[in-house]
């Protein structure tokens, strides 16, 4: 993070306000704060079900994919209490040829910066609170990175307690592209949320409520302990709804039968030396319909692997399928900058009146941390289905493939 001082802009601006009488820029934004990220990925998905290769996996296309995204964030004090953010967001892909003749295919170069978060800061230190309204990450355990227009109070007159209330009324559901195919995402939300963390023990407990849609709740804890230089960690969560009659009969009118939802995950995970590793158990879905668990991508839930919590009858943003898997994970780091490691995710999904479709995810894992802002990284997943969505006999092999470089700063 720098700190830069605006000097010849703001004197220069500050020379065409002061005609108009207005405050010069350089008094009202004494400082600005400057932080971002670049980044670089080059990805290839292919999935073959029966012997057919499909245009696209659960991740990307079979043909190379060459996604680039920067992050540029202002951060100005404009007042003792009131700061103001801005994020510039480019985020583009170029399609590699092969692609096929429809326009896709080529190097982008029209893409620009857009504005990804907007809003004011209002802090209070007497009361340990503060106040942000506008265009700001979401930062639930039901979403990634989702943006929403909306307000969020924090207070934090408790030591080790942060107490949380929110309210978006919009979401990026078309720009994002993670959202999930339910009308969740096209409802206002309102909620609040306490965490906890008194060392080594923390909690989460949150709640929300979606507009004529569904009453939200999730409880995350965890517990580090550790042995000399060996660290470990019990981590649980559940995640449940309780749906409302209008989201119901929506879907009924369309022949889609959903029902409330239950998601429950347990991990242990642990450092030793320079071995890490990882273990743990996840459920939810019904067999004959269709449940949701997160909003927006996998949320901040346990959820392993790099494919098999996107496919067929275990998506899940809204699927239908009721899903058990267990996971587990090694890796070794190498003077404390390269990491290679290995996981595995295996498990089923059942079908109502269907086949059980087996499932496994194999993942092959390195990443080179070349300076603490300049990291290199790359995985290789293979997921196989035998039964794919419950028919007998027909099998499906997801390659997925991603190389990446990162800068933050």
Request: charged content about 20%; proline content about 1%.
């Amino acid at each position: 993070m720098k700190l830069v001082k605006l000097s010849l802009v703001a004197a220069l601006a500050a020379g065409a306000f002061s005609a108009a009488n207005a405050v010069s820029l350089e008094e009202a934004i004494k400082d600005v704060d400057v932080s971002g990220m670049m980044r670089y990925r080059f990805q290839s998905d292919r999935q073959e079900i029966g012997d057919v290769v499909e245009k696209e996996g659960y991740n990307s296309t079979k043909n190379n994919e060459h996604k680039f995204k920067a992050q540029l964030n202002f951060k100005a004090a404009l007042d003792d209490n009131f700061k103001a953010f801005v994020q510039f967001q480019y985020d583009a892909t170029d399609f590699g040829f092969g692609r096929g003749n429809n326009g896709e295919q080529g190097t982008t170069t029209k893409d620009t910066f857009n504005v990804n978060q907007a809003y004011l800061e209002y802090t209070n230190e007497a009361y340990a609170t503060s106040v942000t309204f506008g265009k700001m990450e979401v930062g639930s355990i039901w979403t990634d990175d989702a943006v929403g227009t909306g307000a969020k109070v924090l207070n934090n007159s408790i030591e080790g307690l942060t107490f949380a209330g929110y309210w978006f009324d919009a979401f990026n559901w078309e720009d994002d592209g993670d959202f999930g195919p339910t009308k969740l995402n096209k409802s206002s939300l309102y909620g609040a949320a306490v965490l906890g963390d008194f060392d080594p023990f923390a909690f989460q407990l949150w709640a929300a409520y979606s507009a004529n849609n569904a009453f939200l709740y999730a409880v995350d804890a965890s517990y580090k302990f550790a042995f000399n230089d060996m660290n470990f960690k019990i981590q649980g969560q559940y995640l449940g709804n309780s749906l409302d009659s209008d989201f119901e009969n929506f879907y009924k009118t369309h022949g889609q039968e959903v029902d409330n939802g239950n998601y429950y995950a347990g991990k242990f995970s642990g450092q030793i030396s320079a071995f890490d590793f990882q273990a743990g158990v996840v459920g939810y879905g019904e067999k004959d319909k269709m449940t949701v668990v997160t909003l927006e991508d996998l949320g901040q839930v346990i959820a392993p692997g790099e494919q098999i919590f996107y496919s067929a009858g275990s998506d899940l943003r809204g699927d239908i399928g009721e899903n058990f898997f267990y996971f587990a994970g090694l890796g070794y780091t190498f003077a404390e900058t390269v990491r290679v490691g290995f996981d595995y995710i295996g498990g089923k999904t059942k079908l109502a009146n269907l086949e059980d479709v087996d499932k496994n995810e194999y993942i092959a894992r390195v990443s080179y941390k070349y300076s603490p802002k300049l990291t290199f990284s790359g995985f290789y997943s293979y997921l196989t289905e035998d039964n794919y969505e419950g028919v007998k006999n027909t099998d499906s092999d997801d390659q997925f493939i991603r190389l990446e470089a990162l800068y933050t700063f």
